[in-house]
């Protein structure tokens, strides 16, 4: 393969093969075919191109972008280099080992994970779930994962492609938010004073204390009640 330049200047792309001739076992010539290829090479450049710029976005999303195979372990075909940093495992370990996502799912999610995993596999469902990976260093990461079907023109399943992103430090601060909420129900059900939340002229909450003040035994017989 190599490039032509026309007498108008113009360059061609060629693809050229060549065979030797032999008459009574003397070389008399070649035989060269030459095939211009400009309009390929010109396709396969922008290909290249296109590719380049798809990495370029992908590497600078902070999601993990992937595409998986559609079988029992969806395999992976192609992780995004930020899975490094949310799980400690590079992209060729991933594609090098079909497994690594199932043996790194949390003990306490894998159960659900994967049902979830198997059902949308046989159904072609999206698959969308909120769970827990341990990382390589021992870090547990919660993730979103979203995941949908790609398929061909006749609606054949091709592969999974999907978006990982780490939502670690918003369970982070759900699980800290329900702590504090957790602190303040019991102060406020242990106050040796009665206190009581209504509105629109019904009791919306009531503690211990308020129960005892008016002698009910079940929370049920203030709440939902008029004042």
């Known amino acids: 393969e190599f490039r032509i330049v026309d007498k108008s200047g113009k360059v061609h792309h060629v693809n050229s093969s060549c065979q030797l001739i032999q008459e009574n076992g003397k070389k008399i010539g070649l035989t060269v075919v030459m095939v ?14 296109a590719e380049a710029k798809y990495h370029t976005l992908i590497d600078q999303i902070p999601a993990t972008v992937y ?18 940093k ?3 495992y590079r992209p060729e370990e991933w594609i090098a080992d079909p497994a690594l996502w199932g043996n790194i799912l949390h003990p306490e999610d894998h159960e659900r994970v994967w049902a979830e995993h198997q ?10 779930s909120e769970y827990r990976l341990t990382a390589r260093d021992g870090r547990i990461v919660w993730v979103r994962d ?7 023109p006749m609606g054949k399943p091709l592969c999974w492609q999907g978006v990982m ?25 242990l106050s040796p004073d009665a206190i ?10 009531a503690n211990s204390a308020a129960m005892n003040l008016i002698g009910a035994t079940k929370r049920d017989e203030i709440v939902g009640k008029p004042m």
């Open 36 to 49: 211009e290829t400009t309009g390929l090479k010109q396709t396969e450049i922008a290909l290249l191109e």
């Open 146 to 152: 979203e995941a949908t079907i790609v398929r061909d």
């Open 119 to 128: 059902r949308t596999n046989r159904t072609g469902e999206q698959f969308l």
């Open 165 to 189: 992103l780490d939502i670690t430090e918003r369970k982070q601060a759900e699980v800290a938010l329900e702590q504090s909420e957790e602190r303040y129900r019991q102060l406020y059900d």
């Open 196 to 205: 009581a939340v209504h509105s629109g002229g019904k009791v919306l909450l």
């Open 67 to 84: 595409t998986d195979a559609i079988d029992e372990l969806s395999s992976t075909i192609y992780i995004s280099p930020q899975i490094q």
């Open 86 to 88: 949310l799980s400690g």
